[in-house]
């Protein structure tokens, strides 16, 4: 089982471009969740996907958007990048939506430096 | 609302000596904490969680956490240091199991 993939690892931008992150839940697992970790900051939560349609949604504007697919992978796409986009963005995979943190399994995330 | 602080952005131990992470909550309900580890290019692991069963609580590699709603604290201990331990730490508090709140994190040193 490879866990949670994410591509790529590390990505540069420069201002105002689209970037889009990619993330494979683990095996059974239906429910992905993306987080933003800036430097020296906790992973806070942008949103969650389900039967392919956004779930939840965390203080992030509406330049974050995502999607989901029907063999349950994901995808985040940031428009027109800002100097504080730059950060580590997580995926996690759940087996299911309704479960607690201690049910999610995080990749190891997607580099992204906008310059 | 809810809210985590971690107490130290840095701690420094030596290898073999004990080990003290000090995180605070605030909530409004009962909640559930929990705390990570972060390795440099390593998904975030759990370590343990607190699901207001017992206030000590035994997790992976020797860390334990004990739950003090007197003094809403949530610390995270081990007896002795491993330079494997170094690391950065989250402590994570969720209210209703959907929404999450990490802390900003402790950067574990372990001096040789």
């Known amino acids: 089982d490879a866990g949670v993939t994410q591509s790529p690892t590390h990505l540069i931008k420069t201002r105002g471009q689209q970037v889009t992150l990619r993330c494979s839940p683990k095996s059974g697992h239906d429910t992905v969740s993306w987080y933003q970790q800036a430097l020296g900051q906790g992973p806070q939560f942008i949103f969650q996907y389900y039967e392919e349609e956004e779930r939840q949604r965390g203080n992030f504007p509406d330049r974050f958007s995502g999607h989901q697919f029907p063999n349950y992978s994901s995808e985040l796409n940031v428009n027109a990048l800002l100097l504080g986009d730059s950060a580590l963005y997580l995926c996690?995979?759940?087996?299911?939506?309704?479960?607690?943190?201690?049910?999610?399994?995080f990749g190891p995330g997607t580099r992204l430096t906008v310059l | 609302a809810q809210s985590v602080t971690q107490l130290d952005s840095h701690v420094s131990v030596s290898e073999g000596t004990p080990v003290l992470l000090r995180c605070n909550y605030s909530s409004s309900y009962s909640p559930s904490l929990f705390w990570y580890v972060q390795h440099p290019n390593k998904g975030l692991q759990l370590l343990l969680k607190y699901t207001s069963a017992a206030t000590l609580v035994k997790g992976i590699n020797g860390f334990e956490a004990e739950f003090k709603k007197s003094e809403t604290s949530f610390h995270l201990t081990k007896p002795s240091a491993h330079m494997s331990d170094a690391a950065e730490y989250f402590c994570v508090v969720s209210e209703t199991g959907d929404k999450i709140i990490f802390g900003k994190g402790t950067r574990l040193h372990i001096l040789p």
């Open positions: 996690a995979s759940s087996p299911y939506l309704a479960g607690g943190p201690d049910t999610q399994y």
